[in-house]
């Protein structure tokens, strides 16, 4: 059985940080990426980064480059997402992903495991 959990999340003021975790389990194998989206209330979900787990570039969506950063951990199976310089639309909730294969890794769509999700609130 696959699990996802994922811990880090909480109120923040703006232009804190926070780093979010997500521990993988019940893998068949190890993934190919592991990635992280997110939901604002009333919007669509959004691709926010991923890492490809045998090395290779990392992706972010554009618009966070430079204030979120993935990480991973190969021996824990966990990802983990630095979020720093945080604004209040960043309030949502961030989701982790497993895609056990290859392929594109920035659309919810190619992703085959998802956690509960963890909220995010960014306000004074």
């Known amino acids: 059985q696959v699990q996802l959990v994922e811990s880090g999340g909480g109120l923040v003021q703006p232009g804190g940080s926070l780093r979010l975790s997500c521990a993988a389990s019940g893998l068949p194998f190890s993934p190919y990426s592991m990635g992280w989206f997110r939901q604002a209330s009333g919007k669509e979900r959004e691709f926010v980064a991923a890492?490809?787990?045998?090395?290779?570039?990392?992706a972010y969506a554009d618009s966070l480059k430079g204030r979120f950063t993935i990480s991973r951990d190969s021996a824990k199976m966990t990802v983990y997402l630095q979020m720093n310089s945080l604004k209040p639309y960043d309030t949502a909730v961030y989701y982790c992903?497993?895609?056990?294969?290859?392929?594109?890794?920035?659309?919810?769509?190619?992703?085959?495991?998802w956690g509960q999700g963890t909220q995010v609130t960014v306000s004074s």
């Open positions: 992903a497993v895609k056990l294969l290859g392929g594109g890794i920035s659309n919810d769509g190619d992703y085959d495991y």
């Open positions: 890492v490809r787990w045998s090395g290779g570039p990392t």
